[in-house]
């Protein structure tokens, strides 16, 4: 399936070790960069790495809107919502998490929806749609 870049927009890469293609990027340390993510669920998603920058403190295109690939961190079904799985910045199905019932008190950071069916380590276009739901 094709990708549909819609958005791009750049920023400068806070990790020291640089940042790879098509993984998922948050916001960084001050206005107009970025890193990869902290932790699983993270905050602050911005988009998608365009290419790789190997270098902290360089520009890197990212994707903010459209339909483009992201890493796989495990299992997704289509249609599946899906979130940042780790601090690689891939992503994982956070679908069963948002329909649990009763969700308690969890908030989930969604950054889309896959658009088809993925195992870790894929490469799989996803919408990238970024909201969160609150279970609170």
Known sequence: MAQTLLF????YIDNAGGVGKNVCVVQ???NGTCKLPTAQNAAGFLGVTIE???????GVGVCRLGVFNML?????????????NSAAGDVRSVEALIIASPMGNAVIHVVGRAEVAAVSGDLFPVMIQDYTVNGA
């Open 72 to 84: 796989a961190g495990g299992t997704i079904a289509r249609g599946d919502r899906v979130g940042i």
């Open 28 to 30: 960084g340390a001050a």
């Open 52 to 58: 790789s920058q190997p270098n902290q403190n360089r």
């Open 8 to 11: 791009e927009k750049p920023f």
